[in-house]
């Protein structure tokens, strides 16, 4: 029995340490992201609800911060104009300070907009509380 109470303590040892060597991966080590955001790549649509951040290919971030105002036609309705709703996000480069901006979905001309030598636009936006956001981050044309 002696030799049990010895083994016992190097168990617990070796299972501490392969838990905490375990849980110490950055989410950069495990394929994520610097800051643990998830990641999005260019050219490519992706969605983000109000309050989420994603990182962008060239190292900043966008915040998804809401909508600050919606006048858009509802589907059920018959409108002489579709409406308008303003999206709000804020935009951070690499070692800068936070950018807000706004996004249109009724101005063609306010869809988009440079985000240093990139763009980001709206591509839709869904109805309800909080609606979510398509995007599209590319080349700037």
């Not at 649509?45 to 309050?51: A, D, L, N, Q, W």
């Not at 919606?70 to 018959?78: H, I, K, N, T, W």
């Not at 996000?89 to 240093?116: C, I, M, N, P, V």
Request: hydrophobic share 40%; aromatic share 6%; charged share 25%.
């Amino acid at each position: 029995m002696p030799a049990t109470r010895r083994l016992s303590p190097l168990l617990l040892a070796g299972a501490f340490a392969a838990l905490t060597l375990g849980c110490s991966a950055t989410p950069a080590a495990a394929g994520g992201s610097e800051a643990g955001l998830r990641s999005v790549d260019a050219n490519q649509e992706f969605t983000m609800s109000p309050g989420d951040s994603v990182a962008l290919p060239d190292r900043s971030t966008l915040r998804y911060v809401g909508v600050k105002s919606d006048s858009r036609c509802r589907p059920d309705v018959r409108c002489v104009w579709a409406g308008d709703a303003e999206v709000t996000f804020e935009w951070t480069a690499a070692g800068a300070a936070a950018q807000s901006f706004e996004l249109h979905t009724g101005f063609a001309d306010k869809r988009s907009r440079a985000l240093g030598g990139d763009s980001i636009k709206l591509v839709s936006l869904a109805r309800g509380e909080k609606p979510e956001a398509r995007l599209r981050f590319g080349t700037a044309p």
